[in-house]
């Protein structure tokens, strides 16, 4: 699936992605996307989870509290840590103003990667990461569009990250 969806943000005119961690954005299939990002050929909107929204409920302790029972490692604060490093990992690239990135605060229970042809929706579950969870695949149509509008709505209430444009 990672040939595919980077062929797809190679071709793209637009990509957003709402995903929880943000250790994605990190991988090489989205290298090329962020570059054409920042070099000004492509839009691209991040949104990730807030880090200082006030709960209750705290979503990034609800997911970090998932994560413990499959990832020991995720405890005493190490999902938000992770979000924190990403988000600084994509305001380094926002200067061009071609990437905008936003905060989310609601629950952490999808990666939705959307271009102007496609949808990649993996769910995240309470029993494993992200990226091992399956990943499908929508064209235009009724799930598409319900992507789009369920990330549009996400990213009008997500709010900017202090110091970025």
């Not at 090489?28 to 909107?45: H, N, P, Q």
């Not at 235009?140 to 009008?156: E, H, I, P, Q």
């Amino acid at each position: 699936m990672a040939d595919d969806l980077r062929a797809e943000l190679a071709r793209a005119k637009w990509v957003t992605v709402l995903t929880s961690r943000g250790n994605d954005l990190q991988r090489d299939v989205f290298a090329g996307t962020l570059r054409a990002g920042s070099e000004g050929t492509k839009r691209v909107r991040i949104l990730l989870p807030d880090p200082d929204a006030v709960g209750p409920p705290d979503w990034i302790d609800v997911r970090e509290a998932e994560a413990v029972t499959f990832d020991h490692a995720y405890q005493g604060g190490m999902l938000r840590l992770h979000i924190r490093q990403n988000i600084s990992y994509v305001a380094a690239h926002i200067a061009s103003g071609r990437i905008e990135m936003r905060l989310y605060n609601q629950p952490h229970v999808a990666r939705i990667v959307l271009t102007d042809r496609v949808a990649y929706l993996t769910r995240y579950e309470d029993i494993r990461h992200g990226q091992l969870s399956p990943v499908k695949k929508y064209r235009r149509g009724d799930m598409y569009d319900y992507l789009c509008r369920s990330v549009a709505l996400t990213w009008d209430h997500a709010r900017r990250p202090a110091g970025t444009p």
